[in-house]
């Protein structure tokens, strides 16, 4: 089902650039047609450590519950979605192999860091995972080219979701958020050319919260950052762990 509809519609400033308008559907998860391409964004999300964590299964937990999520399409509902935005209460699927592959690679990860280990071993270790704090994992990805615009929607709409379920008894209220994203690192050679090169209206828009030369993928990880209880650089991830104090923070 189509939730609703946006347009990217940028104008070229005057450029001789061939700009293309593109409608951006947003639909619920489909079972039938989202499985591969779903697959193929988490393996994009996690990079080199896609193998170890059951990817097949993410998919698979993420299309068995097509009433929480968006994704975004340009052809109709049985196209391949260029952008995936849900959430998956750890502690309800504790048991599936992606879960449990997730909660050994981020206690692994985190181990260096040891104020975010015990925080995270006392939410989704063995002793976390039979508590009443339910932790949420919210997957999100999209290709490369996708417009930024096309976020604050899918992640509106994920707190509209979140509500109804919860009216609903479904078990979608969580003490904590977990958000596993890209990052890159820049030397400070390359951070200072780049600087040097870019228009001098986008100069200084950089990231105020990922700092040594690591910078965010996508955008709305430096707002997620602000609000953080903790988080972890990786090689070539970030691994924040986020607060939700209710659904409409979201």
Do not use: W
Request: net charge negative; hydrophobic share 40%.
């Amino acid at each position: 089902m189509s939730k609703r509809k946006q347009n990217d519609d940028s104008d070229n400033d005057g450029s001789d650039v061939s700009l293309v308008d593109v409608d951006f559907d947003f639909f619920d998860p489909n079972p039938e047609v989202d499985f591969i391409a779903l697959k193929r964004l988490a393996v994009q999300l996690f990079q080199g450590d896609a193998e170890v964590l059951q990817i097949t299964d993410l998919a698979e937990l993420i299309l068995s519950q097509p009433l929480v999520g968006t994704a975004i399409k340009c052809d109709g509902k049985e196209s391949d979605p260029y952008a995936f935005l849900t959430v998956l209460n750890m502690h309800v699927h504790q048991t599936r192999p992606f879960v449990k592959a997730l909660v050994e690679y981020i206690l692994v990860k985190s181990s260096p860091d040891t104020a975010l280990h015990n925080t995270l071993r006392n939410l989704v270790g063995p002793a976390g995972l039979s508590s009443q704090n339910h932790v949420g994992y919210i997957f999100s990805e999209r290709l490369i080219n996708m417009p930024v615009q096309t976020v604050p929607p899918m992640y509106r709409m994920l707190g509209e979701e979140i509500t109804g379920a919860l009216e609903d008894n479904e078990p979608f209220k969580f003490s904590h958020l977990l958000f596993i994203s890209r990052i890159y690192r820049l030397t400070t050679e390359e951070a200072s050319d780049l600087e040097a090169r870019a228009p001098k209206t986008k100069r200084h828009k950089g990231s105020d919260v990922l700092t040594d030369g690591v910078h965010s993928f996508h955008p709305e990880d430096d707002v997620i950052a602000k609000v953080r209880v903790l988080q972890l650089h990786l090689s070539d991830s970030v691994l924040t762990e986020g607060v939700l104090s209710s659904p409409s923070t979201q």
